[in-house]
């Protein structure tokens, strides 16, 4: 092996380990469910897609995503005429949470949400991975590659970030790599070089098509450096990824994008607000999030004075430039440039992977002096102090709760709110601290440290092979440790009520975030519970889940006249059963096909008679439709019951109810009405139901019950022989 290789084997070997150890620390902040209505989006579209074969995200997280408009009559969060309603976000964090949610598949004990939220982590390491690399090829020295990698990961926006499941991280790794391989054909010439930054360029707009102009910036550079034939090698790579976002968006959406352009949302905030806000507001401002950035802009003034800076670094310089004034200039523009639910400008993180290694510059050209120490401590401890409290604080209510110009109010930055929360004893956000101390996921941080330790001081294949081991053991561990949380039992117990395990539209928006852990590959549909009667997207998500068993879970009480979901299915399915699940009604339904009321009546029970039934089974399944007409008007509400009597005489089932479940009071019955009850029994298998009979009365009428003739029969209900 030569000297090439060898140091070729070493650095990343070194990028291994940088990575590990920044996964370590941001396990520290991790969070183990997402708090913003995006990361929750992203999640509920890769399990979906996962387990069902949809790309649809169908578990809301907020009312706002059903109810809330945009001022022009449409939803914010439009359902497809096919009743699956797919999130606006890009495809591609979704597609990479695809082989981190194989393992709750597998293993359903494994939280599902615990287990999405070690992506950015990952994605995190990997970055600070990349970027030892990329500095060592700019020859800084290990220790300052290492340092500089490691404060990207801890002294900027990205350890906040790396708590979510926003798509920018994977934007900054991506980015990163792109412009990394630009470097390296500028070195090389080598064309393959030229495809990896085509494909990793091509790949950030399946995060956000606005990437796409950066895509623009970095073919501009090789079309200059190399002419048009190395802009193919570029441009086609770029181009294909670019193709498949958007046959993915005309799928998903009908559209390019699933982003309402010109309506609620578009590129209409003034440019010097919105640059103003993402660059130097306190509310936001990248110089108050990630302080890091003052030594970056410090190295690249050197580099751009020293000579001996080298061409790489004055290279990767001037894509820096271009990168980061496209990106301002793009987010400066966007309605919503602040990022809304995050801390500091989120959009801009992407960027902020490019300037570290000025940052490297920086402490390079410092270090040598005593005060050049003192301000580079001084910067980097300030920038770690931001970040690890924009980590383990909830920046969501601070970010609610203000009602005047963000950008243009200095008087209360984020971080100074984050330090009120501490001062008045908020509980902080990382998993192993929000329910008091986890002794067990701090050990597993520790062995992960100990772990990076032991391969960098010793080295060699086994060393590697030996911390990737302890990071996976120590990422199942903390994966796993989140079962102690207070809702991992209401999750437990949503499991556990709705049996049988059939498709479940829920008309709640209490317990959404929850249902992606239920790991039984039930599916769950949110609905808007007030939407307006008959709301079309609330129709077609209901006929999306009809044809068989199907759960409703709604918080409304039986029988009231606002909950005109559930009256469609009283009056268009046939009820199973009721039971409860996470403080909520749980309705079974069966929406398949119904029999026919083609037996005749005749049996009166006081005012109601009996007019016609139909009875048919398959298999355990018994379907019954009962049609009652009231031969005068009734002023009493009455509740008829129905039971599955076996051979010896003993009730099997029994349905218990109200006709129609309390939507037609019989208190409200006038002569000659006619009501139609449907119901299903689901016997079990050893029921023979030939041999059984159905008794059907009604147990709150005194009255007693007559026969087809019209002669009293002996008991107050009747029974009907199933054989």
Known sequence: ?????????????????????????????????????????????????????????????????????????????????????????????????????????????????????????????????????????????????????????????????????????????????????????????????????????????????????????????????????????????????????????????????????????????????????????????????SPLMLLAVWGSIGSLLRRRAGTALRTWLALALALTFVQSIVYGLWWAWDGAYGWGPRFLLPILPLWIPFVAAAIRGLWIHRPGQILVGAVAAFSILVSVLGAVTDYVPYYEGRAISPALDPSEPMFAAALDQIRQGAVLTPAWLEYGVDGVHFAAVGAILIAAWAAWRFGGRAALIALTCVALAGSAVIALRQQARPDWAVVQQIRHDLIPAAPALVGSFEIGPLLMDVNNDQRFVVTNPQAPVGHPPVKAQIDALSGDLMWYVTWFLPGDPSNWIEESLWRDSAFVRETTAAGHRALLFDTSPLPEADQPGGWSFGPITLARYGVDWSGSRLSVVLEWTATESLKADHAWFVHVVGPDGQIIQQQDRPPLGGYEPTSTWTAGETVRDSLVFVLPDSVDISQCTLRIGWSTISESATGPEGSDLEDPFIVIPLG
């Open 1 to 289: 092996m030569n000297a090439t290789s060898t140091g070729t084997a070493s650095t990343a070997r070194q990028s291994a380990i940088v990575a590990a150890v920044v996964f370590a620390l941001t396990l520290l902040v991790y969070q183990a469910s997402p708090r913003s209505i995006d990361g929750q989006d992203t999640l509920d579209m890769a399990q979906t897609w996962l387990r069902h074969g949809i790309a649809a995200s169908t578990i809301l997280s907020s009312p706002r995503q059903l109810i809330e408009s945009d001022g022009q009559g449409g939803e914010l969060y439009l359902v497809r005429p096919d009743g699956e309603r797919t999130s606006k976000k890009g495809i591609l964090p979704s597609i990479a949470l695809v082989p981190l949610l194989i393992a709750p598949t597998v293993w359903d004990d494994l939280p599902t949400r615990a287990v999405a939220m070690l992506l950015n982590p990952l994605v995190t390491a990997a970055t600070c991975g990349v970027l030892y690399a990329i500095l060592r090829r700019m020859r800084f020295n290990g220790r300052i590659s290492a340092v500089s990698s490691l404060l990207y990961g801890v002294g900027t926006m990205a350890l906040v970030l790396a708590g979510s499941l926003f798509g920018e991280p994977l934007a900054a790794f991506l980015l990163l790599a792109g412009v990394g391989a630009l470097l390296e054909w500028t070195r090389r010439r080598d064309l393959r070089w030229l495809i990896l930054a085509g494909a990793a360029f091509g790949l950030t707009q399946g995060v956000n098509l606005t990437y796409t102009a950066l895509v623009g910036v970095a073919g501009l550079v090789v079309i200059g450096r190399g002419g048009v034939r190395s802009a193919l090698g570029f441009g086609v790579p770029a181009a294909l990824a670019l193709a498949l976002v958007l046959l993915d968006n005309l799928a998903r959406f009908d559209a390019l994008t699933g982003y309402r352009l010109g309506q609620s949302e578009g590129f209409t905030t003034p440019l010097a607000l919105g640059l103003y806000g993402n660059w130097l507001s306190p509310y936001r401002g990248v110089f108050w999030y």
